[in-house]
């Protein structure tokens, strides 16, 4: 099939491991940070850390929506659906099984009776709403530049169709700001001497976007497709300008990134939506201009001036290290939970409930018995 088994093709894929084992230098080590978590689940899947020389360490980064969204705003979307009868409140999927305080989740409040509801698009949350007039449909929106182009489209088209019952709780984040957080904060983790650059989040805001964050910290920026010879690919391209001491943005994935991005999706976003000035991250903690927030036109469609909605402090799980693995200070196995108290069927961070969290990714390439 075009654009997925030439991208998977082993001798090619056998060249690039050469390539990369011949471009470690004497005495070098290269620590590259996958922001994204589709491409931590590429590199499970396929294994491509099995294929890298001992010098070359990959380490995984905080780009799965579902796992960066801290634990506070979940319960806030809770105790919204359990105080409000009237609420139906709408999610992705894998939001749906991240645990919130106390071991909550979205299933157990359903379960308990609060209409909750998964669906695969905002079209679908927007088709609620149309379907239940005289009830209030909330939709749980989460995601990096990803995402957040369908939410805003839902929310011009509520306002064309007049529909008052649907608005949106509002937790976009940027992605930017994190590179630029992590790059900063080298307290607890080994400096990065390369990024791989998001692959959808840039077809969004394009590769200049990253051109900030190589050129502050002089770390590289190859932006990589998801398919494995795009990995190994960017793999090379990062040492090539590590070796080289240069530190630009490059695109691998040329065949769906441009410089400036998707114009469109942009000016879409910039209709709806404005920089929050801070934002927690689970992990990261506050960062400054890292979300955005409902702009005061569409305030009418935004469930946080709708609704009351205080502020809440959420508890994780005690011994749960996603905030560590998050920042890349530590690899899944070293959670003491990991593969014991917390799996895919019993995740006890949000982690391992994605796909794209590390800890899931990482529970796909364990050892077997
Ligand atoms: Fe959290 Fe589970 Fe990952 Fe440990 S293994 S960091 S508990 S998600």
């Known amino acids: 099939m075009r654009f997925i088994d030439e991208y998977r093709d082993p001798a090619l894929g056998r060249g690039l491991t050469r390539a990369i084992a011949d471009a470690v230098q004497p005495g070098r080590r290269y620590h590259l940070m996958e922001f994204c978590g589709g491409h931590t689940h590429a590199i499970a899947q396929h ?13 995984h980064g905080p780009g799965c929506p579902v796992c960066v969204l801290p634990v506070g705003r979940l319960d806030m979307a809770l105790a919204l659906a359990r105080s409000r009868p009237d609420v139906i409140l709408c999610t992705y999927g894998d939001l749906m099984r991240v645990p919130a305080s106390g071991g909550d989740s979205l299933y157990t ?8 509801r998964m669906v695969y698009s905002t079209l679908d949350a927007l088709a609620v709403a149309r379907a239940n007039p005289h009830r209030e449909v909330v939709f749980l929106a989460i995601g990096f530049e990803t995402t957040t182009p369908p939410t805003a489209l839902a929310l011009v088209q509520a306002e064309r169709e007049g529909l008052r019952n649907l608005s949106v709780f ?27 650059g998001p692959a959808h989040v840039s077809t969004v805001i394009g590769s ?6 190589a050129a502050r910290f002089g770390v590289p920026v190859v932006i990589a497709g998801f398919e494995p010879l795009d990995v190994l690919r960017a793999i090379v391209m990062l040492m090539a300008q590590i070796n080289a001491g240069r530190a630009t943005v490059e695109t691998e994935y040329t065949r769906a990134v441009t410089a400036t991005g998707n114009r469109t999706a942009q000016a879409l976003m910039e209709q709806v939506f404005t920089v929050r000035e801070s934002f927690e991250w689970r992990g990261l903690g506050a960062l400054p201009a890292s979300a955005l927030r409902i702009r005061d036109a569409y305030a009418a469609w935004d469930a946080e001036a709708r609704f009351s909605m205080p502020p809440r402090t959420g508890r994780e799980h ?13 690899a899944p196995h070293d959670c003491r939970l990991f593969g014991r108290a ?28």
Do not use: F, K
């Open 318 to 330: 005690p011994a749960c290290a996603c905030g560590s693995v998050l920042r890349g200070a530590l």
């Open 109 to 116: 409040a359903r379960a308990a009776g609060a209409d909750v």
């Open 342 to 369: 917390c799996t895919p069927e019993r995740p006890q961070g949000a982690c391992m409930v994605s796909s794209e969290g590390a800890c899931a990714a990482a529970w796909t390439r364990r050892p077997r018995l």
């Open 170 to 196: 509002c937790n976009h984040v940027l992605t930017p700001p994190a590179i630029v957080a992590i790059l900063a904060d080298t307290a607890d983790a080994p400096p990065l001497d390369g990024i791989i």
């Open 47 to 59: 294994g491509l850390a099995d294929l890298l020389p001992e010098a070359v360490r990959l380490i």
């Open 208 to 213: 200049d976007a990253y051109a900030p964050c």
